[in-house]
């Protein structure tokens, strides 16, 4: 069946703009959760949305970073005013609540700030 | 100190040899130990998911868990080119929601 699906897979910005970036998961996957990976940080978690249950938004490095999930389905990632520090790769995962750990990965959104 | 610590190669390797790729950690209360394998420019792709300390077999990969040593392992036996990419340890514990804590990863070449 389909995986994790994200859009786009690369985004050039300038700095001080907004981006969304939208993530598709699994299809009966009720568990979604934000990445994002950088030279030197490796994969840091973002944030997590199970459910109907409010998101678990601890990753999140600054408020310029916010993330909602409309029907349970489609999440999109809004970085706002980007600075060049944002750049890096914003992996989206879903997974069946029964197994949270069993995380699928989408393809990721390469973001540069320029 | 990051939590989970796993270096970063790159490690060369000829075709046919057996890999071990392995990671450290500190936090005492990770239960949950998954390897994930990330080819360039793709997302990461989950190889093995165990549950506490043992052994888990799954065609030419070997998972083990050490937590009294707190080190985990990744066995790859009969090594192939197509497995050269980066491999990723990843931990979770009973309480700290559903946040994977990830390793830097390992990059590995398959030589040919």
């Known amino acids: 069946g389909a995986g994790v699906s994200q859009s786009p897979s690369n985004k050039v910005t300038e700095k001080g703009k907004d981006v969304e970036l939208r993530c598709d998961p699994i299809?009966?996957?009720?568990?979604l959760y934000w990445y994002r990976q950088s030279l030197g940080q490796g994969l840091e978690f973002l944030i997590y949305?199970?459910?109907?249950?409010?998101?678990?938004k601890s990753g999140l490095p600054s408020d310029r970073f916010s993330a909602e999930r409309t029907g349970g389905s489609v999440s999109t990632l809004t970085i706002q005013r980007t600075q060049q520090e944002d750049s890096a790769v914003y992996l989206c995962?879903?997974?069946?609540?029964?197994?949270?750990?069993?995380?699928?990965f989408g393809p990721g959104t390469r973001l540069t700030v320029l | 100190q990051k939590e989970v610590e796993q270096d970063p190669g790159p490690l060369s390797v000829p075709e046919g040899a057996i890999v071990s790729l392995n990671c450290t950690y500190s936090?005492?209360?990770?239960?949950?130990f998954m390897w994930y394998r990330q080819y360039s420019r793709k997302g990461p792709e989950l190889l093995m998911y165990?549950?506490?300390?043992g052994n888990k077999e799954d065609g030419r990969f070997t998972a083990q868990v050490d937590k009294s040593s707190k080190y985990i392992s990744l066995f790859i036996r009969d090594s192939q080119p197509s497995d050269s990419a980066t491999y990723l340890c990843?931990?979770?514990?009973?309480?700290?929601?559903?946040?994977?804590?990830f390793g830097g990863g390992t990059r590995l070449m398959v030589k040919p």
């Open positions: 299809s009966g996957h009720t568990a």
């Open positions: 995962a879903s997974s069946l609540a029964s197994s949270y750990n069993e995380q699928f």
């Open positions: 936090n005492s209360a990770f239960q949950y």
């Open positions: 990843a931990m979770s514990s009973n309480n700290a929601g559903n946040m994977l804590t």
């Open positions: 165990t549950y506490s300390s």
């Open positions: 949305f199970q459910g109907n249950s409010a998101p678990d």
